[in-house]
């Protein structure tokens, strides 16, 4: 029996210390990440009850006054949208629509259908903003900030043919509709079945005749043929293409020719080349320094998205920004940070 025991002073009695407290570790970190799973489960799920409460008590008793209230829950909507709480600027519509749908006319029912369908289409339910939208074109056709929305929805959801042809109906309305029109005919030419090469010649033509629609072009141009692409797009569009440039292979083209000030230093930033003078954005000259000194790999750069349109940032690079569902308008803003392996390490 005394053979069996295994003493304190014994190192297998360590290693097994040691490895139950491994297994406890990975248990607790199991059980954390289920519970915080749960948790965030519990809040879609509140938020999706909330969307669907009808009534609130406060903004029922504050629309009991009479339509007089109207226009100041509707600038308190509004409020909400901006701060991103859609369920209380589809509430507050919602009310308004049930208590005072009688007294509206028909314009002002169509302009209150729109912005409810606009806040559905922020929140990201698109079916139900579809369905407000072609109400409130039903009550006016020409109401043309619900068309382009509905165009937009209709893009967002897969429907690129029934988009395109709402555009038509806006541009035949006096609506300036061209870029919208581009993307989803750009968006429609990536469906047809065709080779590589006819596409991206489709695309190059659609986009010589629409500048914002560039970094659609160049995403699809760097995938099919980045040995051609890389060049002029580092010369011409190095700030604007900045994400997409960053994630590609140093090519075999000859790097001399790049003569903009931005392109150098963003491959003096990937470490292609070694440049003395830098321009450009900080992140690019801190990411050269460490590249100079041997310490590139402890860096990169990750990426956010300003609209040049509304100022709103976006996590997600989209073609079409989802605060002010302006077409090709999202820059890259760049970001420091650690490799993902680092992160990942840690």
Not at 169 to 177: K, S
Not at 254 to 283: H, Q, Y
Request: net charge negative; hydrophobic share 45%.
């Amino acid at each position: 029996m005394q053979g069996l025991y295994i003493g304190y002073r014994d190192p297998l009695f360590g290693i097994i210390i040691f490895v139950a407290l491994i297994g406890l570790i990975a248990l607790l970190s199991y059980g954390w990440g289920l519970y915080a799973h749960r948790r965030r489960q519990a809040a879609i799920n509140s938020f999706l009850k909330e969307l669907s409460h009808l009534h609130d008590e406060a903004i029922g008793e504050a629309l009991a006054a009479g339509p007089q209230t109207i226009p100041a829950m509707l600038l308190l909507a509004e409020a909400f949208l901006k701060s991103g709480e859609y369920q209380q600027a589809i509430a507050i519509y919602l009310a308004i629509l049930n208590r005072h749908a009688q007294t509206l006319d028909p314009f002002d029912q169509s302009r209150l259908l729109g912005k409810l369908g606009r806040a559905y289409a922020k929140a990201g339910f698109l079916e139900r903003a579809k369905i407000h939208l072609q109400e409130s074109l039903r009550l006016d056709h020409a109401n043309t900030d619900s068309l382009k929305l509905l165009a937009v929805v209709l893009d967002r959801s897969g429907k690129l043919s029934e988009s395109l042809e709402v555009w038509e109906v806006l541009e035949a309305h006096g609506v300036d509709a061209s870029c919208w029109r581009g993307l989803a005919e750009a968006k429609l030419i990536t469906h047809e079945a065709i080779s590589p090469t006819e596409r991206l010649a489709k695309l190059e033509a659609l986009y010589r005749s629409r500048p914002r629609l560039t970094r659609f072009f160049y995403r699809e141009a760097l995938t099919i043929d980045p040995e051609r692409y890389i060049l002029e797009a580092l010369n011409h569009h190095p700030l604007e293409l900045l994400d997409l440039l960053w994630n590609l292979e140093k090519p075999n083209a000859n790097l001399d020719t790049i003569t903009s000030p931005e392109g150098r230093a963003l491959m003096a930033a990937k470490g292609w080349i070694v440049a003395n003078e830098m321009a450009g954005p900080f992140e690019l000259e801190i990411l050269a320094q460490l590249q100079q000194h041997g310490h590139g790999a402890h860096a990169t750069l990750g990426f956010e998205y300003l609209c040049t349109s509304c100022k709103q940032m976006v996590p997600i690079d989209t073609d079409i920004c989802p605060h002010c569902f302006d077409a090709g308008t999202l820059l890259p803003e760049p970001i420091l940070q650690r490799p993902m392996k680092e992160r990942l390490y840690e």
